[in-house]
């Protein structure tokens, strides 16, 4: 039914770029919002950006603002999150989210992919 698809990750240096992909199918149409999430070894899953559907609004945590961007392809049902001046704590497995109905929890999602590791070498 629903499914999203994340690829893109790998190792890169500090400093370097990497742009991830989700790719959703299912009762994603017209939800609410997509959004990317990641857990480094040993810490709790944070939300990292989150990007609407239909306004395109954006959130963006503090840690990658002015770093990352997250897009989005209505038509091609595709999310990307574009990773610039990467640090070496930004390694951690990347996890993009579905959001079907809003609510008022900011990291309340309701559809997640397998996620794809990202590793950033100092």
């Known amino acids: 039914q629903v499914q999203l698809v994340e690829s893109g990750g790998g190792l890169v240096q500090a400093g370097g770029s990497l742009r991830l992909s989700c790719t959703t199918s299912?009762?994603?149409?017209?939800?609410?919002?997509m959004g990317w999430f990641r857990q480094a070894p040993g810490k709790e899953r944070e939300i990292v950006s989150r990007?609407?559907?239909?306004?395109?609004?954006?959130y963006y945590a503090d840690s990658v603002k002015g770093r990352f961007t997250i897009s989005r392809d209505n038509t091609e049902n595709t999310v990307y999150l574009q990773m610039n001046s990467l640090k070496p704590e930004d390694t951690a497995v990347y996890y993009c989210?579905?959001?079907?109905?809003?609510?008022?929890?900011?990291?309340?999602?309701?559809?997640w992919g397998q996620g794809t590791q990202v590793t950033v070498s100092s």
């Open positions: 989210a579905a959001k079907i109905k809003w609510t008022a929890t900011l990291q309340e999602f309701h559809y």
């Open positions: 299912g009762r994603t149409f017209g939800g609410y919002a």
């Open positions: 990007i609407t559907w239909s306004r395109g609004n954006t």
